[in-house]
């Protein structure tokens, strides 16, 4: 089993910045992609940015140039780093990897969601 814990959430002014952290443990084989997705009220579900296990990254157009994702592959570990916020940032945020023996045997894990707002 795999449990996912995030980590970082909190309430910041506008412009301000926080970090998420998302943490990976137990029966964990290989790690492919993992990413943060959120989910505001009344919306569906996003995705916010990925990163492959060779370290390619793929940003949401309303987040490009203000977060950044990056993983820590010994510590299983998933960052998201949100420089800028805006009022338009506040969300539930998930994390959700890809993980299994072979590629072909892979599936998705989600985390609990972590909240972030965003105002004055």
């Known amino acids: 089993q795999v449990q996912l814990v995030e980590s970082g959430g909190g309430v910041v002014q506008p412009g301000g910045s926080l970090r998420l952290s998302c943490v990976a443990s137990g029966t964990i084989f290989n790690l492919y992609d993992m990413g943060w997705y959120r989910q505001a009220p009344g919306k569906q579900r996003e995705l916010v940015a990925s990163?492959?296990?060779?370290?390619?990254?793929n940003y949401a157009d309303s987040v490009k140039g203000r977060f950044t994702i990056s993983r820590d592959n010994g510590k299983k570990t998933v960052y998201l780093q949100m420089n800028n916020l805006k009022p338009e940032d506040t969300a539930v945020y998930y994390c959700?990897?890809?993980?299994?023996?072979?590629?072909?045997?892979?599936?998705?894990?989600w985390g609990q969601g972590t909240q972030v707002a965003v105002s004055s």
């Open positions: 990163i492959t296990s060779g370290g390619s990254t």
């Open positions: 959700k990897i890809t993980s299994g023996p072979l590629w072909n045997h892979r599936r998705d894990y």
